[in-house]
């Protein structure tokens, strides 16, 4: 009887492993191919420039936003600065300060791109003192030539006092300070608006006076600083994970290919970023930081799994393919998943925030790419690492503990610790602050809040507010809209954030009063239509270029504010939109309210602040979907969100009990946090499944997938919030808080994701984690699992 032959069968490779493989086996080509893409991308950050646009931080279909382009274009007023003459003895009434604020002036009206009408100041050409000489109104500059004695400058001053839509405005009201306001076309750069006005004061440094400068150039110079602070700290970041890969792994290799993987993630990001025409700017700038943060974590992760293998398999390339083949899936969900997060806030109708999700989009995604070739390429043409670390240590402890606390009583401990820490946020969430001046966050020492600060001590109206009335050609001289205008800035006045108002009714109510000093009200725009028109014509000047437009069509009503903290501002502009409900503009006068920069502030508060926080909830929804479809289960895209969502509330509760706002700069660290927590439940969630179906018990998949998976993720938090706190010094306040939230949103969510996450899944059992039938802990009920 012949004997058969029983032939052994073969498991087909899956196509990862065929993937692997073939990396493997084409190293070199791939190690080049890599490169000549690198070479390629490099070549395209000779494109990158850096624009610290303000507007780009602006939702730009914001109503208010809208009606401040509209306001400017037609006005001015994006480009304002104000100058403070400030003598260090006495006030400003005398001629030695005098003649410094008409050299000033002068000097100010030859600056490029300066708007000569809107030039305001004791000696502007554009501000004029009307008087009436024999019935006959004459027009002249308020100061032509700088007084000598004591009685011309008591006239020039009483001239100033006498007019309301002068008096507090050119000199301060405590005749301290001597104020000099530009304006430049939007054609003009920040730098350059800068570096003009501030060259004023340079031939009077030998003099007893000093000078302030405030403005929107001031804080744009501002954001370029810290953004340079913020590339200073790139290194350091850098140098902060390598030691930290270094302690972690103990090898060289274990630290140069993590930050390989950083570095490339960081030139291939830059080199898109270059290719679609995507700026640098006070946001993005902070973009290689989180790259070389998460793509360091990310190679981590594979570095762990790869040291595993290295050490079951004792050899270089057969642990190469294994750790690709099975952690190459898990990296591209958790990275696929991150870079749509970022990328969904492209949508957010915001530039510099649609730019920085880009670009974190292309580098997170390079990373991704980096780590499924070159990497695993390069580790086939290297030897293996001559040792890997023990398992042991503070670390091991740590695992060990949370094992303990996930396995015993089912989680017991774990969900009411959990419980009391919502508990404990949901009660900080109550204290949460939504608005605040922008000032917080510019540095006590900077030049543009010191200045401020002492400008503000003389002329505390630094903020403005626009209105602009639009009608037909000539409807500007009307009684009704003059009237209308008035009414409108007496209503303004009434609330304690106003300072003062100004506008075209101003004027025509200073010309009526010199026409007709012995009125029973002079100071009024009067009810004959005849008169007024006769009154503009009289007195027409370079003043009324100001506050309407040559066709008189339009005309601008302005505002300065005492503060721009938009829980007071938001109120004004309410009550402003209200009287506008009850009393109408004339027919076919439209009223536009708001422009200016506390309307602004407020569109981004009420936009981007809210807007952002729902872009977490669009994050977390892609997040879901992104999930569902990788785990192939519904609920496996719920427990990869649970320990997201969780973060998302103790970081309300956390902003609460720190006093730490909730604007655009916190909800940005509530989206980011959200996008980079996904990870960490993804791949504790894939090690967990790959554990449990190689081991005979709930007790053992836990503790065998802490010890790895989880023993990664916790590196990979450490590195991501170490990368960030090196902000928590900066004396920027903003770059603070990036430092302080994301090391706290980064410990939360792992946490969430090594504690909370795993006892949900041991108490749910789902399918995809044990499949149809499993052994229970003990204790537990018996049962399917569920889907």
Same mark, same amino acid.
């Given at each position: 009887?012949?004997?058969?032959?029983?032939?052994?069968?073969?498991?087909?490779?899956?196509?990862?492993?065929?993937?692997?493989?073939?990396?493997?086996?084409?190293? =070199?080509?791939?190690?080049?191919?890599?490169? &000549?893409?690198?070479?390629?991308?490099?070549?395209?950050?000779?494109?990158?420039?850096?624009?610290?646009?303000?507007?780009?931080?602006?939702?730009?279909?914001?109503?208010?936003?809208?009606?401040?382009?509209?306001?400017?274009?037609?006005?001015?007023?994006?480009?304002?600065?104000?100058?403070?003459?400030?003598?260090?003895? /006495?006030?400003? =009434?005398?001629? !030695?300060?005098?003649?410094? &604020?008409?050299?000033?002036?002068?000097?100010?009206?030859?600056?490029?791109?300066?708007?000569?009408?809107?030039?305001?100041?004791?000696?502007?050409?554009?501000?004029?003192?009307?008087?009436?000489?024999?019935?006959?109104?004459?027009?002249?500059?308020?100061?032509?030539?700088?007084?000598?004695?004591?009685? #011309?400058?008591?006239?020039?001053?009483?001239?100033?006092?006498?007019?309301?839509?002068?008096?507090?405005?050119?000199?301060?009201?405590?005749?301290?300070?001597?104020?000099?306001?530009?304006?430049?076309?939007?054609?003009?750069?920040?730098?350059?608006?800068?570096?003009?006005?501030?060259?004023?004061?340079?031939?009077?440094?030998?003099?007893?006076?000093?000078?302030?400068?405030?403005?929107?150039?001031?804080?744009?110079?501002?954001?370029?600083?810290?953004?340079?602070?913020?590339?200073?700290?790139?290194?350091?970041?850098?140098?902060?994970?390598?030691?930290?890969?270094?302690?972690?792994?103990?090898?060289?290799?274990?630290?140069?290919?993590?930050?390989?993987?950083?570095?490339?993630?960081?030139?291939?990001?830059?080199?898109?970023? $270059?290719?679609?025409?995507?700026?640098?700017?006070? =946001?993005?700038?902070?973009?290689?930081?989180?790259?070389? #943060?998460?793509?360091?974590?990310?190679?981590?992760?594979?570095?762990?799994?790869?040291?595993?293998?290295?050490?079951?398999?004792?050899?270089?390339?057969? #642990?190469?393919?294994?750790?690709?083949?099975?952690?190459?899936?898990?990296?591209?969900?958790?990275?696929?998943?991150?870079?749509? $997060?970022?990328?969904?806030?492209?949508?957010?109708?915001?530039?510099?925030?649609?730019?920085? $999700?880009?670009?974190?989009?292309?580098?997170?995604?390079?990373?991704?790419?980096?780590?499924?070739?070159?990497?695993?390429?390069?580790?086939?043409?290297?030897?293996?690492?001559?040792?890997?670390?023990? !398992?042991?240590?503070?670390?091991?402890?740590?695992?060990?503990?949370?094992?303990?606390?996930?396995?015993?009583?089912?989680?017991?401990?774990?969900?009411?610790?959990?419980?009391?820490?919502?508990?404990?946020?949901?009660?900080?969430?109550?204290?949460?602050?939504?608005?605040?001046?922008?000032?917080?966050?510019?540095?006590?020492?900077?030049?543009?809040?010191?200045?401020?600060?002492?400008?503000?001590?003389?002329?505390?109206?630094?903020?403005?507010?626009?209105?602009?009335?639009?009608?037909?050609?000539?409807?500007?001289?009307?009684?009704?809209?003059?009237?209308?205008?008035?009414?409108?800035?007496?209503?303004?006045?009434?609330?304690?954030?106003?300072?003062?108002?100004?506008?075209?009714?101003?004027? &025509?109510?200073?010309?009526?009063?010199?026409?007709?000093?012995?009125?029973?009200?002079?100071?009024?725009?009067?009810?004959?239509?005849?008169?007024?028109?006769?009154?503009?014509?009289?007195?027409?000047?370079?003043?009324?270029?100001?506050?309407?437009?040559?066709?008189?069509?339009?005309?601008?009503?302005?505002?300065?504010?005492?503060?721009?903290?938009?829980?007071?501002?938001?109120?004004?502009?309410?009550?402003?939109?209200?009287?506008?409900?009850?009393?109408?503009?004339?027919?076919?006068?439209?009223?536009?309210?708001?422009?200016?920069?506390?309307?602004?502030?407020?569109?981004?508060?009420?936009?981007?602040?809210?807007?952002?926080?729902?872009?977490?909830?669009?994050?977390?929804?892609?997040?879901?979907?992104?999930?569902?479809?990788?785990?192939?289960?519904?609920?496996?895209?719920?427990?990869?969100?649970?320990?997201?969502?969780?973060?998302?509330?103790?970081?309300?509760?956390?902003?609460? =009990?720190?006093?730490?706002?909730?604007?655009?700069?916190?909800?940005?660290?509530?989206?980011?946090?959200?996008?980079?927590?996904?990870?960490?439940?993804?791949?504790?969630?894939?090690?967990?499944?790959?554990?449990?179906?190689?081991?005979?018990?709930?007790?053992?998949?836990?503790?065998?997938?802490?010890?790895?998976? /989880?023993?990664?993720?916790?590196?990979?938090?450490?590195?991501?919030?170490?990368?960030?706190?090196?902000?928590?010094?900066?004396?920027?306040?903003?770059?603070?808080?990036?430092?302080?939230?994301?090391?706290?949103?980064?410990?939360?969510?792992?946490?969430?994701?090594?504690?909370?996450?795993?006892?949900?899944?041991?108490?749910?059992?789902?399918?995809?984690?044990?499949?149809?039938?499993?052994?229970?802990?003990?204790? #537990?009920?018996?049962?399917?699992?569920?889907?």
């Amino acid at each position: 009887m012949r004997a058969r032959t029983v032939k052994k069968r073969v498991s087909p490779m899956s196509v990862g492993e065929r993937y692997a493989r073939f990396l493997v086996g084409h190293a =070199w080509a791939i190690v080049i191919a890599v490169m &000549v893409a690198t070479a390629g991308l490099v070549a395209g950050l000779g494109r990158l420039h850096a624009e610290f646009d303000l507007e780009a931080s602006l939702p730009a279909n914001h109503p208010f936003v809208r009606i401040d382009h509209q306001i400017r274009r037609d006005f001015g007023g994006r480009n304002t600065m104000i100058v403070a003459i400030v003598p260090r003895e /006495g006030d400003v =009434w005398r001629p !030695e300060v005098l003649e410094v &604020v008409q050299d000033v002036t002068l000097a100010a009206l030859q600056l490029p791109d300066v708007i000569v009408p809107n030039v305001v100041s004791l000696a502007a050409p554009s501000v004029r003192h009307v008087e009436e000489v024999d019935g006959v109104l004459t027009v002249d500059y308020l100061m032509r030539d700088v007084p000598r004695t004591s009685e #011309a400058i008591a006239l020039l001053r009483a001239r100033v006092e006498d007019d309301p839509q002068l008096r507090g405005l050119l000199v301060t009201p405590d005749n301290r300070a001597a104020l000099v306001i530009l304006d430049f076309w939007e054609s003009a750069s920040h730098e350059a608006i800068f570096t003009g006005t501030t060259a004023l004061a340079a031939p009077y440094h030998d003099r007893p006076i000093d000078f302030y400068f405030a403005g929107e150039p001031v804080v744009a110079m501002n954001e370029r600083e810290q953004s340079r602070e913020v590339a200073w700290h790139i290194p350091l970041t850098f140098l902060v994970i390598a030691v930290m890969l270094i302690l972690s792994f103990r090898s060289l290799q274990g630290m140069l290919l993590p930050m390989l993987t950083a570095i490339l993630s960081v030139v291939w990001a830059l080199g898109f970023m $270059g290719y679609s025409g995507i700026v640098i700017d006070s =946001w993005n700038v902070a973009v290689p930081i989180l790259l070389i #943060a998460v793509a360091a974590a990310h190679s981590a992760q594979m570095l762990k799994r790869y040291g595993e293998e290295v050490v079951r398999l004792r050899d270089n390339r057969a #642990a190469v393919v294994v750790s690709t083949a099975t952690m190459g899936p898990v990296m591209i969900a958790a990275g696929m998943t991150a870079a749509l $997060g970022f990328a969904s806030l492209a949508v957010f109708g915001v530039r510099s925030i649609a730019n920085f $999700g880009l670009s974190c989009a292309y580098g997170i995604g390079s990373a991704v790419v980096l780590e499924m070739t070159f990497i695993p390429a390069l580790r086939a043409l290297l030897p293996a690492p001559p040792r890997v670390p023990a !398992e042991g240590g503070p670390t091991a402890r740590l695992l060990s503990a949370l094992g303990e606390a996930i396995l015993r009583a089912r989680g017991r401990r774990v969900l009411i610790g959990t419980g009391v820490a919502l508990v404990a946020a949901a009660l900080g969430a109550l204290f949460i602050r939504t608005y605040g001046s922008t000032r917080e966050y510019l540095p006590r020492n900077s030049l543009a809040r010191r200045h401020l600060e002492e400008i503000e001590k003389h002329f505390p109206g630094t903020v403005t507010f626009t209105v602009l009335y639009e009608g037909e050609p000539g409807s500007v001289r009307t009684v009704g809209l003059l009237q209308h205008q008035a009414a409108f800035q007496a209503e303004l006045e009434r609330d304690p954030l106003v300072l003062r108002t100004a506008s075209l009714a101003d004027l &025509v109510k200073s010309l009526h009063k010199i026409f007709n000093p012995e009125d029973r009200d002079p100071y009024r725009v009067p009810d004959d239509q005849p008169l007024v028109a006769q009154l503009m014509y009289l007195g027409e000047s370079p003043a009324f270029e100001r506050f309407t437009d040559r066709a008189l069509s339009k005309a601008l009503l302005l505002a300065y504010l005492r503060d721009d903290d938009s829980a007071r501002v938001g109120p004004l502009v309410r009550r402003a939109q209200a009287w506008l409900a009850a009393h109408p503009a004339p027919p076919g006068v439209h009223v536009l309210v708001a422009g200016g920069v506390g309307p602004t502030i407020l569109a981004v508060n009420e936009h981007t602040t809210y807007g952002k926080l729902l872009n977490t909830l669009v994050v977390l929804g892609v997040i879901y979907v992104v999930s569902s479809i990788v785990l192939r289960s519904p609920l496996g895209g719920l427990f990869v969100v649970s320990p997201i969502a969780l973060t998302v509330v103790m970081l309300f509760g956390f902003l609460g =009990w720190t006093g730490i706002r909730l604007d655009m700069g916190s909800a940005s660290v509530i989206a980011m946090a959200a996008g980079i927590g996904a990870d960490y439940a993804i791949y504790f969630l894939y090690r967990l499944r790959e554990e449990r179906a190689r081991l005979a018990s709930d007790e053992a998949a836990v503790e065998a997938a802490l010890h790895t998976s /989880g023993r990664a993720i916790l590196f990979v938090a450490a590195s991501i919030g170490a990368g960030f706190a090196v902000m928590a010094f900066s004396r920027y306040p903003g770059m603070r808080l990036f430092g302080i939230l994301m090391p706290f949103a980064m410990a939360t969510s792992c946490l969430a994701a090594l504690s909370i996450m795993p006892v949900l899944v041991l108490r749910s059992r789902p399918a995809f984690v044990f499949g149809t039938t499993s052994t229970p802990l003990p204790g #537990a009920a018996p049962g399917r699992a569920v889907g």
